[in-house]
């Protein structure tokens, strides 16, 4: 019966006049043809249209569908899934267990944990497209209303997420200096045209942690692309930093079209003793910028005003890398300022002073 509607003559002339008196005709003459009940045309109006169907009286409408939440709760659950062919993970770390020595001990108490994602597989479908304006007429990729599927291309891969210690981040971002630096950026994305857009991903408020871990996980795919050999394009992010799903960590993750995927670098990278010291240089990069001070001092930059401290020369990557356009970023967030304190800030002083006390001994 759904397949008789979809072929019904009338199909896409109902379609095109939704919202408008004729809709009723041309509903009356599919119905009558199909002898389809308007629940099931209701229905097939939603899958065309992309619009959410109405759940029948007696049946609660079903939760809505959140990737991020989803694929957060797989790499923090505290049993880990079985290994499949799509989908292998298991536990890593920084191999800091018990050191006492800085800056070790101190990058050990901040991070949460490691988990090495094996086996990655990602599917991205093109739902439709606007031209020339954000604000643009959606033009779907089922042009005739008549497909069940859309075009799509599936990657697998491999990658690293990184979390954060959840006390430590707690009270960081409880801190009102970093509660008000975040208010100020907040403002601007209310202010932007992209505020809905980005709604999804940063969750119904952005937090201090959504900031803190984008911006790590840019500066930690440029790090890895000086050690794992991979360029910048080549890398991808999922940032977890959204508060009401409990999220506090990040992925960074590489993809090839071809069935095995990866060879294992990006892996072997997030291995110990590889990615404590890939996080100290990153820090160490981070804490510089050949534009500063202008940089680091910015109380407004990039497309929208959303960024801080963060340009091309410290921090931002290829669009294809960014889940969010090169938008909200900042690195003082990470390694501090005059006006912030940044997460890693006593990372980077240890650092510096025990690269000191070793210069001078």
């Given amino acids: 019966m759904a397949e008789a509607v979809r072929g019904h003559g009338y199909w896409t002339n109902f379609l095109d006049a939704l919202g408008t008196p004729r809709a009723d005709s041309f509903r009356g003459y599919i119905k009558e043809?199909?002898?389809?009940?308007?629940s099931l045309?209701?229905?097939?109006?939603?899958e065309a249209t992309g619009a959410p169907a109405a759940p029948p009286a007696d049946r609660p409408e079903p939760a809505k569908l959140d990737l991020s939440r989803d694929e957060w709760y797989a790499f923090d659950a505290v049993e880990l899934p079985e290994p499949t062919a799509e989908f292998a993970v298991r536990r890593g770390g920084l191999g800091l267990a018990g050191e006492t020595e800085e800056p070790w001990a101190a990058l050990?108490?901040?991070?949460g944990g490691v988990v090495l994602a094996d086996r990655l597989r990602e599917v991205r479908a093109l739902t439709g497209f606007r031209r020339h304006s954000p604000h643009g007429t959606l033009v779907r990729a089922d042009t005739s209303g008549r497909l069940r599927w859309l075009p799509a291309t599936e990657v697998y891969g491999e990658g690293i997420v990184l979390t954060l210690d959840e006390q430590r981040l707690t009270a960081w971002e409880n801190d009102p200096r970093v509660q008000a630096h975040v208010h100020g950026v907040r403002t601007d994305l209310d202010a932007s045209f992209r505020d809905e857009q980005l709604a999804e991903t940063v969750g119904s408020d952005l937090s201090p942690r959504f900031l803190l871990l984008h911006t790590l996980a840019h500066l930690l795919i440029r790090q890895l692309s000086f050690d794992s050999g991979y360029t910048t394009a080549s890398l991808r992010e999922?940032?977890?930093?959204?508060?009401?799903?409990?999220?506090?960590?990040l992925l960074i993750y590489t993809a090839a079209g071809d069935a095995e995927g990866t060879l294992g670098g990006l892996v072997r990278q997030g291995e110990a003793p590889h990615f404590a010291e890939t996080l100290v240089r990153m820090l160490e990069a981070a804490a510089w910028c050949s534009a500063d001070p202008l940089c680091a001092e910015h109380t407004g930059q990039g497309f929208g005003n959303l960024n801080r401290a963060a340009c091309h020369a410290c921090t931002l990557l290829p669009e294809t890398s960014c889940q969010t356009g090169n938008t909200l970023l900042d690195r003082a967030l990470v390694v501090g300022s005059a006006r912030v304190p940044g997460y890693f800030a006593d990372v980077l002083t240890a650092s510096r002073e025990s690269a000191a006390a070793t210069a001078l001994g």
């Fill in 41 to 46: 045309i209701d229905q097939l109006v939603a």
């Fill in 33 to 38: 043809d199909t002898d389809a009940p308007d």
């Fill in 238 to 249: 999922r940032v977890y930093g959204r508060p009401e799903y409990g999220q506090r960590g």
């Fill in 108 to 111: 050990d108490a901040h991070i």
